[in-house]
Structures are given as structure tokens and as C-alpha cells.
């Protein structure tokens, strides 16, 4: 059974950082798109940020671009979101995605193949 296990999450400051990070197992890791998602309460799920198999391309949502960085490693199966210049808005659970299509880990048509239970990220003002 796949499993994908966030970490990292917790309560921070407004303009402080935090590092996420998802730990994959009992998958092919390098034939996944890899992502995080995020909900916000009474918000539905959004992407956040896609890191292409291979790593040679990235996606962000508008709303942190400049401010995130995701980035994975194939060796260990771990996948990574730092998180700068956090924003009392940034307050959701974040989610570790995999799919086989860019198309669903940007958030478009067609579904994530696996997620993971999701870690809360906390920014207060």
C-alpha cells in the first residue's frame, strides 16, 4: 500500500519560514509528478506547487510564487516545499500529492493517484 507521509507543519509568524516535507514509500517514486496541495477551512482544495518527474520543471499558484520552493529527491523518495515570507492566508492542511499526469498535480482535470493524510500549517498575524 503506498503511503505518503508529511511533515514539518506547525505554527509560525507571519514572514517566518517553514520547511514541509513528504516521505513516499511502496511506490515507483521516479514515475510521479509530485506535488502539495492545500485547503483552507470552508476553502476547497487547491494546487500549490508541482515538481515534474525528473525535476526539470516546476509549477506554482500565483498566490506563492516567489515565496515557495518545491523540490524532490529521487534517491531518498522525498519530496520538499520551503515556504518563505509566510502570510497569515498560507493557514490551510497541506496535502503531499502523486500522479501520473501533470495535468491533475497542477490541479486540472483528472485525479491525484495518491495523497497523503495532510499536515497543518498554522501563520498568525
Known amino acids: 500500500q503506498v503511503q505518503l507521509v508529511e511533515s514539518g507543519g506547525g505554527l509560525v509568524q507571519a514572514g517566518g519560514s517553514l520547511r514541509l516535507s513528504c516521505a513516499a514509500s511502496r511506490i515507483t517514486f521516479a514515475r510521479y509528478h509530485m506535488g502539495w496541495f492545500r485547503q483552507a477551512p470552508g476553502k476547497e482544495r487547491e494546487s500549490v506547487a508541482a515538481?515534474?518527474?525528473?525535476?526539470?520543471?516546476?509549477s506554482y499558484a500565483d498566490s506563492v510564487k516567489g515565496r515557495f520552493t518545491i523540490s524532490r529527491d529521487d534517491a531518498k523518495n522525498t519530496v520538499n516545499l520551503q515556504m518563505n515570507n509566510l502570510e497569515p492566508e498560507d493557514t490551510a492542511v497541506y496535502y503531499c500529492a502523486a500522479a501520473e499526469t501533470w495535468r491533475a498535480i497542477t490541479g486540472g482535470a483528472g485525479g491525484v493517484d495518491y495523497w497523503g493524510k495532510g499536515t497543518l500549517v498554522t501563520v498568525s498575524s
Open positions: 515538481v515534474i518527474r525528473g525535476g526539470t520543471l516546476t
